[in-house]
């Protein structure tokens, strides 16, 4: 559930960084392409920082556990 959790969590925030959802999770319709052309040149950032923290969650764990 974590890393489910966490993916989410950082998907849903970068969007609204990009203005594509607004705080109640409506779509900007009018923003959406440009917010997906702009999405698609971050989503390698993106998921990079997801399994970085990820990596760093599961030796935290490891570490608490032994």
């Given at each position: 559930m974590?890393?489910?959790?966490?993916?989410?969590?950082?998907?849903?925030?970068?969007?609204?960084?990009?203005d594509?959802?607004?705080?109640?999770?409506?779509?900007?319709i009018?923003?959406?392409?440009?917010?997906?052309?702009?999405?698609?040149?971050?989503?390698?950032?993106?998921?990079?920082?997801?399994?970085?923290?990820?990596?760093?969650?599961?030796?935290?764990?490891?570490?608490n556990s032994?």
């Amino acid at each position: 559930m974590k890393t489910i959790d966490l993916s989410a969590h950082i998907f849903i925030q970068e969007l609204e960084l990009l203005d594509m959802i607004t705080q109640d999770g409506r779509l900007h319709i009018s923003n959406v392409k440009l917010a997906y052309n702009k999405f698609m040149l971050n989503f390698t950032h993106v998921f990079q920082y997801v399994v970085h923290s990820q990596y760093c969650y599961w030796n935290q764990l490891t570490a608490n556990s032994s």
